[in-house]
């Protein structure tokens, strides 16, 4: 028998680091070509890691919840073969080596063997770019081009090269790492109420840890907590001392301490550099959009899909045509402005993992229809956490709408590489001038925040006046394109 180590591939889009999620296999295990064993979360989605051998899982060498570089060693194969393991081969090629074998090469002076190409993806999340099965890429409608257009071509995903490792001994999973088997949720829900999963038994198919396991184990560890403290209390406190009561003291911790990783950490890392880099200017309108609420009543009673978010989408792709400044990029290393002759529209979506920015593809391209579809379906991606590298790289300009949260207003930050973000605030009945009289209308207030490098004062005005005249009276646009 041989065995071959595997390391974690080169994650793209400068992406360095992944955390495992979850592993969908346990030592012992045997495991097909492309059989996905693993989840893990980049700073920008949840993948699946297929397997790139067929053979028995020898070793794990990361727990769920820890934080892995590209090249280190994350799992170690047996495979059919008449070397030993640790050996080699006849022809004297070493049978132990990385996912790319490149030290292990300079050191024995023999080749490593290559991870056989993948033949069919899996089906729940986009696989690690660079790695695994290939995922077809949707190709740009036939557009006519712009005059003056600098967009440059489309960049395709390059194969990722493999990272180096030297080989070092396999190492086994404990049993104390195998009966932590559960969900990214369930995982999260016994780190905040202080739960060792590895104390938990699981109740769920296969030994899996429930929800329940773990709330039951946190009411036992605060119960016992809790009487521990009131027979310390009763021997050491002075009468009359006060103690903390109520639901929220018992039910949480003083503090709670989350490491910075995944989402969060990018996300903090990207609105820094985009704040402290671009000079931001925001400009307000506030319009009466009382006939573009009309305009999706009507389209949906017709069976029509349509959104207010998406008559707003469709209103900033024909502002964009008019005032193309607003969809162009700051190239500090070429000394160049880059202006784009197509939108990719960031739709901004709070997630369980947090705020995300996927982004639509030649959006102007698209009917108000299709948008609204487009739309929902990349909020859906998004939340469930599917939203693959592609979708999340690319943007030219971007919508978020924090009227959902009931906002009225506010100065969003630029998604970094962008020159433009439009915020959409709520929709409220509010007493409005309307044919020279007070009427109850339907209003809204646009933010527009800019890189007062790239979008003159005049520019951002013009751009947020044609999206307001639009939303006013949908009609308008005929006088625009």
């Known amino acids: 028998m041989a065995v071959k180590e595997f390391a974690l591939p080169d994650l793209g889009e400068g992406l360095t680091e992944s955390e495992i999620v979850e592993w969908h296999v346990a030592v012992g295990d045997l495991v097909t070509l492309n059989q996905p064993i693993a989840e893990v979360e980049t700073a920008k989605a949840i993948v699946s890691l297929p397997s790139p051998v067929a053979g028995t899982i020898f070793a794990l060498h990361a727990e769920p919840g820890s934080t892995v570089q590209v090249g280190t060693r994350i799992v170690t194969f047996e495979l059919e073969g008449d070397a030993p393991a640790g050996g080699s081969d006849s022809n004297g090629a070493a049978s132990v080596g990385d996912v790319s074998g490149a030290a292990d090469d300079a050191a024995k002076g023999a080749g490593s063997e290559a991870a056989p190409a993948a033949e069919a993806a899996p089906e729940r999340n986009a696989v690690l770019v660079g790695y695994g099965p290939a995922v077809e890429s949707g190709k740009r409608?036939?557009?006519?081009?712009?005059?003056?257009?600098?967009?440059?071509?489309?960049?395709?995903?390059?194969?990722?090269?493999?990272?180096?490792?030297?080989?070092?001994?396999?190492?086994?999973?404990?049993?104390?790492?195998?009966?932590?088997?559960?969900?990214?949720?369930?995982?999260?829900?016994?780190?905040?109420?202080?739960?060792?999963?590895?104390?938990?038994?699981?109740?769920?198919?296969?030994?899996?840890?429930?929800?329940?396991?773990?709330?039951?184990?946190?009411?036992?560890?605060?119960?016992?907590?809790?009487?521990?403290?009131?027979?310390?209390?009763?021997?050491?406190?002075?009468?009359?001392?006060?103690?903390?009561?109520?639901?929220?003291?018992?039910?949480?911790?003083?503090?709670?301490?989350?490491?910075?990783k995944s989402v969060r950490k990018a996300t903090a890392a990207a609105m820094v550099a985009s704040a402290f880099t671009a000079p931001h200017v925001t400009e307000f309108l506030t319009i009466d959009v009382t006939r573009t609420v009309e305009l999706v009543a009507k389209l949906k009673a017709k069976g029509t899909a349509a959104s207010v978010l998406a008559v707003v989408a469709k209103a900033l792709c024909i502002g964009v045509a008019r005032n193309p400044s607003l969809n162009s990029r700051w190239d500090a290393n070429a000394n160049e402005i880059v202006e784009f002759g197509y939108i990719n529209l960031g739709i901004a979506v709070a997630t369980p993992r947090g705020l995300m920015v996927p982004n639509l593809k030649d959006a102007d391209a698209m009917t108000m229809a299709e948008l609204t579809e487009a739309i929902g379906d990349l909020a859906h991606n998004a939340r469930a956490s599917k939203a693959t590298p592609a979708s999340l790289n690319g943007g030219t300009i971007s919508i978020t709408n924090v009227g959902v949260f009931g906002i009225d207003a506010g100065t969003p930050i630029l998604n970094p590489g962008e020159a433009a973000i439009l915020a959409m605030g709520a929709v409220r009945k509010m007493p409005w001038e309307h044919h020279g009289e007070v009427a109850l209308r339907d209003v809204m207030t646009l933010s527009l925040s800019f890189d007062h490098r790239l979008v003159d004062g005049e520019q951002g005005a013009r751009f947020l006046t044609d999206v307001g005249s639009i939303l006013n009276d949908p009609g308008t646009v005929l006088t625009m394109v």
Not at 166 to 174: C, F, I, K, L, Y
Not at 217 to 242: K, L, V
């Open 141 to 260: 409608p036939t557009r006519k081009p712009r005059k003056g257009s600098g967009a440059p071509a489309e960049t395709e995903l390059a194969a990722a090269e493999p990272a180096a490792e030297t080989a070092t001994e396999p190492v086994a999973v404990s049993q104390a790492d195998a009966r932590t088997k559960t969900t990214p949720p369930v995982r999260k829900l016994a780190a905040d109420r202080g739960v060792d999963l590895t104390q938990v038994t699981g109740t769920g198919p296969e030994g899996v840890i429930t929800r329940d396991d773990v709330l039951s184990a946190a009411e036992t560890s605060a119960a016992g907590t809790q009487a521990d403290d009131e027979t310390a209390a009763g021997a050491s406190a002075p009468a009359g001392s006060g103690t903390r009561t109520g639901v929220l003291a018992s039910s949480r911790p003083r503090e709670t301490r989350t490491p910075i």
